[in-house]
């Protein structure tokens, strides 16, 4: 597993062994490729096939935007990401993340919270169902959430909190 | 506490990665690419609807079946030359004039003189055209447009 840098100081994202691109790269791609996106929909028994691949395209241009808006500091990435548990509150570091485009939006960036506006990308997904639990692809998100999130630990780079966070997961 | 942000920085790779540029790349051609994934979804749903798989259609445009998987994503930057290849060969209207060379078709079919625009509705739906005249022509209103390319 690598982390590169991919925006201002602000964006970090992890380039896994196997994969071709970093994860913010590779999703990209994905989400706006046509014969993935349908494939993927039709598995969901998905009627509408079509529009709903046009609108995930669409919230990518989205994401596409706001990391340039990010990059040119006219927004932060504080404004994007939100804990993956809606009980959590307050500050912690380390702390497990989503992004979305709007609140509407089936896609999801995985993230773990480094520091204020600092977030290292671990991957995301089209989020169907209503819990990641409901969904294979959703859970091995969240694997790959935790395993990077054990490999910082290991590597030191924890607080008190989000060590005892990580025993409770 | 708090998160050591310097061991995190010494775990980042050196390596510069292109992922700013490429998505600055991606919005420059943004237009591009949502008419391109427009047309992938259109070759799509027709070869579906042909029973076609996408070796079939290279072969028929004699192209590898390689180029057509890259055509399908909907990333591809088509060439004139292989639209017009692709809406022949697939009878599946992509440019504009595709609809204005058939209604030309149509209203010298039926005789109709006039340059005037027939405003009119048509159905892709089936293998044929509907039309839907909105003038007084006088003929029957559904035309097959296969019939008479």
């Not at chain 2, 420059?28 to 609807?49: C, G, N, P």
Request: hydrophobic share 40%; glycine share 4%; charged share 35%.
């Amino acid at each position: 597993m690598k982390i590169v840098h991919i925006f201002g100081g602000a964006l970090y994202a992890v380039h896994y062994e196997e994969a071709e691109e970093n994860e913010y790269d590779r999703l990209m791609d994905l989400w706006s490729d046509v014969v993935y996106l349908r494939k993927y929909l039709k598995n969901y028994a998905v009627k509408e096939v079509r529009q709903l691949a046009n609108k995930i395209s669409d919230d990518q241009e989205l994401i596409e935007d706001l990391m340039i808006e990010v990059e040119e500091g006219e927004r932060n990435l504080d404004m994007f990401f939100r804990p993956l548990y809606n009980s959590e509150t307050g500050f912690r570091e380390l702390s497990l993340q989503k992004g979305r485009p709007h609140q509407k939006s089936y896609l999801r960036l995985y993230a773990i919270r480094i520091d204020s506006d600092c977030y290292l990308i671990t991957g995301g997904a089209i989020k169907l169902v209503p819990k990641m639990q409901d969904d294979p692809n959703l859970m091995e998100e969240l694997k790959k959430l935790k395993a990077v999130k054990n490999y910082l630990k290991v590597e030191g780079v924890f607080d008190q909190d989000s060590f005892e966070d990580l025993k409770e997961e | 506490m708090k998160a050591n942000k310097d061991k995190f920085l010494a775990l980042v790779a050196e390596q510069e990665v292109k992922t700013s540029e490429k998505n600055k790349e991606r919005v420059a051609k943004r237009l591009m690419l949502r008419a391109s994934r427009d047309i992938a979804h259109k070759i799509l749903d027709r070869l579906e609807e042909l029973g076609w798989s996408q070796k079939q259609l290279a072969e028929v445009l004699a192209v590898s079946p390689q180029y057509v998987s890259k055509m399908v994503k909907g990333k591809e930057n088509f060439t004139l030359e292989t639209l017009v290849k692709v809406q022949n060969i697939l009878d599946l209207p992509i440019l504009a004039n595709y609809y204005e060379s058939d209604r030309d078709k149509a209203i010298q079919l039926i005789g109709e003189e006039s340059t005037e625009v027939v405003p009119m509705k048509v159905d892709l739906t089936y293998d044929y055209v509907v039309i839907h005249e909105s003038t007084d022509i006088k003929e029957s209103s559904t035309i097959n447009l296969k019939q008479i390319c």
